[in-house]
């Protein structure tokens, strides 16, 4: 079965830098969620959208934005990066904004 | 805001032997799903249970749900070193957003 897609998995950037991170949910899902997961800690909760529009915010910095488009696949662009936004970024996909999330494999930001 | 208790936060135990995972909350959740996760890769769901007092078998593992649907474990018979891994717990608020607990490192030695 089709899962989760993200891209890129690895990604090496500069402080005050930019980079866009994409997420291809599974095919049918209407929901994308954004996750960072630092070192040893759990998933964070950034953003939402269903079907195509906003549906929910948690610690996304203000620095991040994110969309989901017509085809519903849904990026994330974070800007004037930071040390501290090394961690791995989830995406998760599920139908209708039920409960049952499905992760993408993630991307490994590294900003050096 | 709701919080969910994981424990124990790590579990080290011999090849064979059983162990119980505890999630405890006290808000209750319209579901609550177990994933388990391997380092550098994304959480994998297992189960999903929504009933109050639900159980759920995935071969060796035994998940249930309280009865106020507040709590939940997970129950491993004859543990193997493929069970390896990062358990999850994730209970669902009224708002659909998942509230995870702090995770259990489980490491099985053979």
């Known amino acids: 079965a089709a899962g989760v897609i993200q891209s890129p998995r690895h990604l090496i950037k500069e402080k005050r830098e930019t980079a866009t991170l994409k997420c291809y949910p599974i095919?049918?899902?209407?929901?994308v969620y954004w996750y960072q997961q630092g070192p040893g800690q759990d998933p964070q909760f950034l953003i939402s959208?269903?079907?195509?529009?906003?549906?929910d915010k948690g610690s996304i910095p203000d620095r991040f934005s994110a969309q989901q488009f017509s085809d519903y696949h849904s990026e994330l662009n974070m800007s004037s990066l930071e040390l501290g936004d090394s961690a791995l970024y989830f995406c998760?996909?599920?139908?209708?904004?039920?409960?049952?999330?499905?992760f993408g494999p993630g991307t490994r930001l590294t900003v050096t | 805001t709701q919080l969910l208790e994981q424990s124990p936060q790590f579990l080290s135990i011999q090849e064979g032997e059983n162990l119980t995972v505890y999630c405890n909350s006290s808000?209750?959740?319209?579901?609550l799903q177990w994933y388990r996760q391997e380092p550098g890769e994304g959480p994998v769901l297992l189960v999903t249970?929504?009933?109050g007092g639900e159980v759920k078998k995935l071969k060796r593992l035994t998940f249930q749900f309280g009865d106020a649907r507040k709590d939940s474990s997970l129950h491993i018979t004859a543990a193997q070193p493929g069970d390896t891994g990062l358990y999850l717990c994730?209970?669902?608020?009224?708002?659909?957003?998942?509230?995870w607990g702090a995770g259990t490192k489980l490491i099985i030695k053979p």
């Open positions: 095919p049918r899902h209407d929901t």
């Open positions: 994730a209970g669902a608020d009224s708002n659909y957003q998942l509230i």
């Open positions: 249970v929504v009933t």
């Open positions: 998760a996909s599920s139908l209708g904004g039920l409960n049952e999330q499905y």
């Open positions: 959208f269903y079907e195509k529009m906003q549906s």
């Open positions: 808000s209750v959740f319209s579901s």
